[in-house]
């Protein structure tokens, strides 16, 4: 399973002929989710399923061989995204109100199509809860993620944690001295119906750990 970025020319049979592109190399598409429209381009998510043997350069190729047609991204990832999968997660968060905000970052990878997630007190900063492929962040690690008390998106360079490539982050602060921070490695970057989802699913989860704290 893959997903893939696809940015296109907002036209009637734009869409369509992507589909058809795809098929031909033998993807079956699984979901799609319109990003943002900007300028008369569609910015659109594929979660495509590929069959054995072909390999995601070649569902890549045949997109850039359109006119107007650009593929910003293509990575593997699980199955099963989109409303579904926030509904599935505000769910998960009212089951185990006190961990709320660790159902999130559990989550992040599917709901948000990153890499990796954590959720941290800004008073360290420390690392209070983190998904599995999240990085051990050091003093100028943590730096380069700041400021904590707005939501941002930070490009962050190849060794900013050790031995790590290019990442692209996204800070969410979820209490005065708690955040989430999501990140992708080599993006792409997040727009704007990405963040709005991430703030207020990561403010529903404040909410709810705090009504259970009380």
Not at 25 to 44: K, N, P
Not at 49 to 55: N, R
Not at 178 to 192: L, N
């Amino acid at each position: 399973m893959f997903l893939m970025r696809i940015t296109l020319p907002d036209r009637p049979g734009a869409l369509g002929g992507v589909a058809t592109a795809l098929a031909t190399v033998g993807a079956d598409i699984q979901w799609m989710e319109i990003i943002s429209r900007v300028d008369g381009r569609v910015t659109d998510d594929f979660m495509i399923e590929l069959p054995d043997g072909v390999m995601p350069d070649e569902a890549v190729s045949v997109c850039h061989a359109m006119d107007g047609v650009d593929v910003l991204w293509c990575s593997r990832y699980p199955a099963g995204s989109g409303l579904a999968m926030d509904l599935e997660l505000l769910e998960a968060m009212l089951e185990h109100g006190d961990q709320a905000l660790h159902r999130i970052v559990e989550s992040a990878a599917e709901v948000f199509h990153v890499h990796w997630a954590l959720l941290a007190d800004t008073k360290g900063p420390a690392t209070l809860y983190a998904s599995d492929m999240a990085p051990e962040l050091d003093d100028t690690s943590w730096e380069q993620l700041a400021p904590f008390d707005r939501m941002h998106v930070v490009d962050l360079p190849a060794g900013w944690v050790p031995d790590w490539i290019e990442t692209v982050a996204a800070v969410i602060p979820v209490a005065h001295d708690q955040v989430v921070v999501v990140g992708r490695h080599g993006g792409p970057t997040f727009e704007s119906s990405e963040l709005a989802r991430l703030r207020y699913l990561a403010s529903l989860g404040a909410m709810q750990s705090r009504r259970n704290s009380q």
